[in-house]
């Protein structure tokens, strides 16, 4: 499922700060500070194509977490009613 990062994977850094162990997705190498992360990536997103796609302009994600952010902090869509999309949502 998980392997523990080879030694020269543990210079890999996350804000500034270096880490033990990290977890390596077997899939495309993504490298996860915590197991949860990488289980989560494994789920929703490696290998798979974007299964959201915002109502307002082209983009496309694979979590629906990461399309309430974009919504919610594009610039592209000052013009539009975003709030009442994001109640429903």
């Known amino acids: 499922i998980y392997r523990l990062a080879s030694r020269a994977m543990k210079d890999f850094s996350f804000a500034g700060t ?7 997705c077997s899939g ?6 915590h197991l949860g992360n990488l289980n989560r990536h494994k789920k929703y997103e490696c290998g798979k194509s974007a299964m959201y796609q915002c109502p307002f302009c082209p983009y496309k994600c694979q979590r ?8 919610k902090c594009s610039k592209k869509h000052s013009g539009v009613d975003t709030d009442s ?5």
């Open 18 to 24: 270096w880490l033990a162990e990290t977890y390596i």
């Open 64 to 71: 629906k977490d990461n399309l309430k952010l974009h919504i």
């Open 85 to 89: 999309f994001l109640k429903e949502f």
């Open 28 to 33: 495309c190498d993504k490298v996860y500070k």
